[in-house]
């Protein structure tokens, strides 16, 4: 399809230029030149319902374009559900993340945190083309977080009291995962064979995917190579309590703080989750300059918890948003994401806790320094980038009474992505009345579906050897195998 439409101004009624902070203003013409935003011109040609703020970043992702649900893997605990993913048909690599893109790109998200699960490590080179392919097609922009790991592949803690554990008739299989996986030098020129496609739409940064499946010297190698080359880290950590009484029992003088003895504690790196961080683990993230990635839908789904945005913003610790590939109601909508989080930590009773103000910035600011650094973008100034997300204004509040209604109100009450007018990305329209017009997202969803269904028929999944796998799972975590960590 490939129609990608560059833009040089959008009208709209209304400005939010920092929402919560600021009154909107307009109505404005808002010029665009080079992909930038070069003015906010008076604009009189009659109403016209809309509203612009600075478009949402999704913080963390793995852009799945077939949704788990699909094929099998139901919501449950983190730990049994982490391999019910290895249910997935394989597909094409392109398909699988123009699709995932395209439907974030519906949903309002200007660009994404891609922390990559591949579906054939050995052909990680070749996936990561296509997803590069894919993001240029759909044009948000991609950061691809190239995954590593190098210790407890089956569970955290001792391997062999698993295996133990778990039915005699999988032993081979679970000990061929034992064996397999890169060295750390390799993962390292991989990283940068990677990094030659880089394009406007695609990045890469390293992702040594959780302290718990990532050895403190290759967490050190990881460290020192971000140092020398200015690339970002992305990372999981503390997302589930199993992770953090496993981190209590390996490191007793703290996970966060071995990490930033390993280096790897900067403005370079974000992570993913923090549910089970402490307030001096917080304090010590943010005096680092790092960001965390709030993902409350996916930690519902996951039963793994509520991360503590109090304590983060009693720290000072910068967030963004994520919708980890595990939105609530499986449909990439950042707006209602942004709703959840708003509606979680708001403040109970009288309480004030989350600001309006703050909420934004999470989903435009911060979140997008965890995808692209510090480019001056998630604001709606000049200079800025014009990533821009236009909503219909007036299809929210045709029942609204008063007309000093305050339009921050109403998008935290009712947006959704069924008010997206248009989504702009570097001066290029992506979203046009809530359909992505770079690739037809609906023919190409089409065609992954039917080739994951022969996929599927041509190998289904073992179900005998799934349901004794979750058993024992279920087995080694309730006799609390995770906190002998020899």
Partial sequence: MSTTLEIAAVDVDAVLADPGREPASGPARIRIEGGRIAAFDAFSGGPCGTIAIAAPSNAHDHGRGLRPFAFGALDDALETWL????????????????????????????????????QDESALLEEAEAVARAAHDVGIHVAFAVPFKDRNPLVYGDQARFLDLADASLRSRLEARLRTGRSIGDYLHLVDEIAALAHESFSVQYCPVGPQWVSDASLAAIAEASALSGRRVHMHLLETRFQREWADAAYP??????????????????????????????????????????????NLRLRSGIAPVERFIRRGL??????????????????????LVWLHHRGIGLDDVLSAERLFRAAAVDGR?????????????????????????????????????DPVATLLTRATRKHIKQLIVGGR????????????????????????????AASPPDERAAAQLDRAIRHFYGCAGHTDTV
């Fill in 83 to 118: 391999p019910t993913l290895g249910r997935e048909p394989r597909v094409s690599a392109y398909r699988r993340a123009a699709v995932a893109f395209a439907r974030m790109a519906e949903g309002g998200i200007a660009a994404t945190n891609h922390a990559h699960n591949p």
């Fill in 253 to 298: 003088g703290g996970i966060v703080r071995r990490l930033d003895e390993l280096g790897l504690l900067s403005p370079r790196l974000s992570i993913a989750h923090g549910i089970y961080l402490t307030e001096d683990e917080c304090a010590l993230l943010a005096e680092r300059g790092v960001v965390v990635s709030v993902n409350t839908s996916s």
């Fill in 318 to 339: 910068a967030f963004g948003i994520g919708l980890d590939a595990n939105p609530m109601e499986d449909d990439d909508d950042i707006l209602r994401e942004m709703r």
């Fill in 369 to 405: 320094r965890a995808v692209r650094g510090d480019d001056g973008g998630g604001k709606l100034i000049v200079g800025a980038p014009a990533d821009l997300l236009v909503l219909d204004h007036a299809a929210m509040s045709t029942d609204v009474l008063s007309a000093a209604q």
């Fill in 429 to 456: 329209v992506l979203v046009e009345d809530g359909l992505c017009v770079t690739v037809d997202r609906a023919r190409l969803e089409a065609e992954l579906v039917a080739e994951a269904r022969a996929s599927w």
